[in-house]
């Protein structure tokens, strides 16, 4: 498709200013210092959909942050895709490791990008791979070129929950009707190495508090006899994992699904290098469940990580103090089959049942979300295969993620569609971490890609 | 001695409204932001020992903050006595859990002391127990009463390891000569129960870094297959002590001592009651090395306590990151014989062993000093005895304290003098905690008992 390639040569600056312009916006859904700036983001989605070609747009109100959706209907008796992102982003902090302010986007060459990568957070995770969607649409629309129907449903708490979607899709069904949900919120291999996630891990994540005695004390006179409730925290979740690195919360693992010999060894045929991996992370040795993989460690094996811990004096110098509280946030990454409702009680009951004498406990599940598989054989899968081999010249390769989109299984439940996982950013791009960056070869690889997406799903649906 | 009551209660409201100004000072020597309080603190002193009769009193520089020293010697062939306290206090947070601001002081009633207790950060340590001694010095010039030579040697970094005032010390043997060291830096049993500290406990302070990866990950994409820093600390720090909370550091307890069984069954006579320990703590339960009671676990056993932990994400909401670093601040209460430098040399180089593949660890010591015991048959013990017989009309109990004096046992080596530990804050006066207080009673007490040990010191001096 010729048109394409012109089409992206001719608008490639606009499409990377205006994404610069969209990532100055500190859209952090987990602060709520940030409110004004969210609900504003919303609004610069809403005129962008607008202009891209959608006929109906509209923000619609929800008990937390706005939705944001729009449509494009050519023909009803054409098949729909329902496209879905987030508009939120992830907190910044550590703010002193940026090279650069998170909220002030900047283009720098890197090995993996020679092209130039933007530099912000929300760059890749999901400003980026979310105005992709936007700008192929645009396209599609500009050179007369849109084969179905399309649905945006972009929101703003994906970092924290999306709670306020789950209500709007249970409460939307026939609004959000569609054949199939494109989303680009993950990752690929390598830029010469194209894969389309196929699977998602499900989430848990809790905060646990622990009370000692009911004020902060001299650790002299105090030290060594009351239960200091940082030494406790230490030793309680010190003791989630056995030798092994096995999680010790009893029927945690109950219904975790169990791989063929087969499928690891598919799994085992990504390209993949651990000394590349190590040295990317300046690490001496990987670590992990015993009897697996680094990458099936991150992929099809649940997990149990601290995200936080904080008590007592934790400023300059010392403070001879024991704390009556001690904090820390735990999440719990799930694979198929392992309910996140489920397993948060599982660790809630668990984590009180080993608590000492002389401290209180009080565990707070914050969000969660199920884990999904996409099967390859699925039409939705089909298409994105074939984009894939037209816009990157090779067949790509599915691929389990570590990662959580919580919503992607309700989307399953409630809309009875599969979701196809179009992702165009890389490991190396720090998601969540300092320095988050998005490739503009990528940006503009996605934005190629598609349309391919559209036109193979289309057809491949006249045929079935 | 009617003289001092009479001054006592004719001054009594001086006495309190200056050391109401003194606490007004955020004296902080812990946080540099306070670095100006801390300074002009000391000139506050210096004022006020001053107008209490000193005839020599010089702020003396050191590479850290000033101490103020003053004297007054009625004449060389008497006895001298060398009078140690603090200016600086401890940080005050928590803040938000004062009922007051800490270094706005009032004075409230409570169940434990209904003459009003004075609430400040540093009303009991230091500032309220050294200021008995400045206002004990003025009714005894005042009222032609001073019996023997004093000396004042007040610092500013008690609270953060006296390094300091171990170089003053060192350099200025001869101008600090002395025949008793008397110090106000430690608590009584109780009002109705009073008693002389007779142990304090060393210390080692230090503060451990681990570093996982060399930058935040997403837990998603990298949780299980790298070495979280959180959780390895978590399981470091655990393993710091076994099943029945004796520390596992090889050769920790080598240099322990251990009392025996009638010095046990001695301390076993002080009152206390466990009940009504828990109570004012509010915890169901104690917990401690097994074989020891709550008394032995805080004064006679060594121990090692968390006293700050951070790492990670600790804002509102949540946030899926393995962090690259986590930190803690690690203190060891020592007991007599144990050398605080080998400790720490002994925690560095077993807390290194320990660290798993995929994370390096930095251990940073923050300061340390040495326990002591003073003997009771010491001519300082027998004049403090003989002086709280007649303000409290009761035989003081000789009580081993948790807390640590880093610096006693240096007065000790270098000036080669006995210290006596005349203390008279409560355990209750939440020292290092939100809400300290002193009673005005024990300030008064302080003040009215401090002039019969100059006195007994002398006479006994004299017989010797």
């Not at 390639?5 to 940030?34: G, V």
């Not at 989303?183 to 291999?189: A, E, F, N, R």
Request: proline fraction near 6%; include cysteine; aromatic fraction near 8%.
């Amino acid at each position: 498709m010729q048109h394409i390639h012109t089409y992206i040569q001719e608008h490639k600056d606009r499409f990377i200013n205006e994404l610069l312009e969209l990532l100055k916006i500190p859209s952090i859904s987990a602060d709520s210092a940030y409110e004004k700036d969210v609900i504003k983001t919303a609004d610069v989605i809403k005129k962008s959909l607008e202009a891209a070609g959608c006929d109906a747009v509209e923000i619609c109100l929800t008990p937390g942050y706005p939705i944001v959706y729009g449509e494009k209907i050519v023909d009803p008796s054409l098949p729909t895709v329902l496209v879905y992102g987030h508009y939120d982003v992830q907190p910044p902090d550590p703010i002193d490791l940026w090279d650069s302010p998170p909220f002030e986007p900047v283009i720098k060459k890197t090995e993996i990008h020679p092209e130039g990568a933007i530099f912000a957070r929300g760059s890749c995770d999901d400003k980026g791979q979310m105005y992709m969607h936007v700008k192929a649409l645009e396209l599609m629309t500009e050179t007369d070129q849109l084969p179905c129907n399309v649905k945006f449903m972009i929101e703003g708490e994906e970092e924290v929950g999306s709670k306020s979607l789950s209500w709007f899709v249970e409460n939307n069904q026939e609004k959000l009707a569609n054949d199939v949900i494109l989303i680009s919120d993950t990752g690929m291999i390598a830029k010469d190495v194209p894969s389309i996630t196929t699977g998602l891990r499900g989430l848990s994540y809790v905060e646990v508090e622990v009370t000692g005695p009911n004020r902060d004390l001299h650790s002299g006179l105090y030290g060594g006899a009351v239960a200091n409730p940082i030494n406790v925290l230490t030793k309680m979740i010190a003791s989630l994992h056995d030798e092994n690195n096995h999680i010790t919360i009893p029927g945690f693992y109950d219904k975790v699904e169990n791989l063929s010999d087969s499928e690891r060894e598919q799994m085992a045929k990504a390209p993949f290098s651990l000394e590349a991996y190590k040295k990317a992370l300046d690490i001496n040795a990987v670590y992990g469940e015993k009897g697996y993989s680094t990458n099936e460690r991150n992929s099809i094996r649940p997990t149990l990580d601290v995200n936080g811990i904080w008590g007592g004096y934790t400023g300059e110098g010392a403070k001879t103090v024991i704390a009556s509280k001690a904090y820390a946030k735990i999440s719990m990454r799930l694979v198929p089959n392992q309910d996140w409702e489920e397993i948060t009680t599982l660790f809630k009951n668990h984590f009180e049942s080993i608590a000492p004498d002389g401290v209180t406990i009080k565990v707070t599940p914050h969000h969660g979300g199920q884990g999904y598989v996409t099967p390859i054989d699925s039409l939705g899968y089909q298409a994105a295969s074939s984009a894939y081999q037209d816009s990157f010249g090779k067949t790509p390769i599915p691929q389990r993620s570590g990662g959580s989109i919580p919503i992607v299984s309700l989307f399953e439940k409630e809309l009875k569609s599969k979701t196809i996982l179009m992702g165009f950013g890389l490991d190396s791009d720090a998601i969540h971490s300092p320095n988050e960056h998005f490739g503009v070869w990528n940006y503009l690889k996605g934005i190629e890609t598609i349309p391919l997406f559209y036109k193979y799903f289309t057809e491949l649906s006249k045929n079935k």
